[in-house]
């Protein structure tokens, strides 16, 4: 037992006084996917000797909102840091009365002003609280096989083939170009896919007053057909996106283009392992010009026991310093202010996409994204749900109307 926790035993500890020391600290972070914070919190904890840290992380952003409710719902059992993924976070403000004020509670040099405006205005509620600080945003770009684009006779350079990407429209008819010549598909998984374009129009799922629109949405009537078409030509690899199938056809080669917001880089890399180190390109240009999928935000519910330590875990590891550093470790783009003016984050080049300039590149991306689209109560489910298991029934062989026809009724389902 260290002589901090001693105290609570004893009046004094090596001539200190119970007045003047600091208790040891256990605290949770859960988190999902990849935030690239296993060295940031072992940073932490040697820099914080007092505090100890375990860190929760799972596979599926879906699985870890599960418990996130499942716990809120029962009263016990969160983190002490919970992440929130920008498809759920309009479900947590509405049960914003069970998560801590972080202008109350967080240092007070932290404000909101230090994120995007549309960053911390999505984790803020009516009342001015701030429930959640800002990780990363997913500023969009499309990262390819350079060696599959060659293997066709397409160009390869990133600025050629950005040509190819201007609009989706071109994209997918490069898609058929590409499978005509090809054994490989030209992407991953329909609903990778769907899930960019949708996330790219001013209004998606639901509407500013939380109405369901998925039905009477022209805009996302329109992604869907343009999807599905692909598909019935032979473009998709088929593959459920974080699957044991999609992990491992990104060592085969399985597929030639990949949509590709920053924090994507890391995944690819992962799982392509060191043998394919640059044959991975990414590309500045992406179809229909500007888009954001994904970011997420790290709160403290009031479940946990030491909200105010928590608070300050949260805070450094979404201060600029540390978001530079998660997106070099898994391409988790900053969203705060200064991070996004920094050398350090401009200058960064990835060497395992052939050293490409990501961080000027996606800080660009960044830049051309004005506002974040609503993000009605259950658009999580519904993109990672309903829509993603009725394109894969597309690609399993229903009927594109049928399983139109059961993503309206599921996501109707859902938001009753």
Request: proline share 4%.
């Amino acid at each position: 037992m260290t002589c901090a926790a001693l105290l609570s035993l004893t009046a004094a500890c090596g001539g200190e006084d119970a007045s003047t020391a600091v208790d040891d600290v256990e605290l949770t972070i859960a988190t999902f996917n990849e935030f690239g914070y296993e060295d940031l919190i072992k940073q932490y904890q040697d820099t914080h000797p007092h505090v100890r840290i375990t860190h929760r992380k799972t596979g599926k952003a879906d699985d870890h909102h599960q418990t996130l409710f499942t716990k809120l719902a029962a009263g016990s059992g969160l983190a002490d840091v919970e992440a929130v993924e920008e498809g759920w976070i309009n479900q947590v403000m509405a049960k914003s009365d069970q998560f801590n004020d972080l202008n109350q509670i967080g240092p007070p040099d932290v404000t909101a002003e230090r994120w995007l405006q549309w960053k911390s205005d999505t984790a803020s509620n009516r009342d001015g609280e701030l429930i959640g600080y800002g990780t990363d945003i997913g500023p969009m770009a499309m990262c390819y096989r350079r060696d599959l684009f060659e293997d066709v006779g397409l160009p390869s350079d990133p600025e050629a083939v950005g040509e190819l990407f201007a609009t989706w429209e071109s994209y997918f008819a490069t898609g058929a170009q590409f499978v005509a010549k090809s054994d490989k598909a030209w992407f991953d998984s329909a609903s990778q896919v769907f899930n960019a374009m949708v996330n790219q129009n001013k209004v998606g799922y639901y509407d500013l007053d939380d109405n369901l629109v998925v039905e009477t949405n022209e805009a996302v009537k329109k992604d869907w057909d343009q999807v599905t078409a692909a598909v019935e030509g032979g473009q998709s690899a088929k593959l459920v996106a974080f699957g044991n199938e999609w992990n491992t056809a990104f060592k085969t080669a399985a597929f030639a283009t990949k949509t590709c917001p920053s924090w994507m880089l890391g995944v690819i890399e992962a799982q392509s392992g060191p043998e394919n180190e640059d044959k991975w390109a990414v590309t500045a240009s992406f179809p229909g010009g500007a888009g954001n999928w994904g970011g997420s935000f790290l709160t403290v519910p009031k479940q946990g026991k030491h909200p105010k330590e928590a608070a300050e875990l949260a805070a450094w590891l979404t201060a600029p310093e540390q978001q530079i550093k998660a997106f070099t470790a898994k391409g988790a783009f900053p969203s705060q202010n200064e991070a996004l003016l920094s050398p350090a984050l401009l200058n960064q080049t990835n060497p395992y996409f052939g050293n490409a300039k990501v961080g000027a590149l996606f800080a660009e991306q960044a830049n051309k994204v004005s506002t974040a689209q609503h993000k009605g109560p259950a658009a999580g489910q519904i993109q990672d749900k309903v829509f993603a298991d009725a394109l894969q029934a597309v690609e399993n062989g229903t009927e594109v109307d049928e399983a139109w026809r059961q993503a309206v009724e599921g996501a109707t389902k859902l938001a009753k």
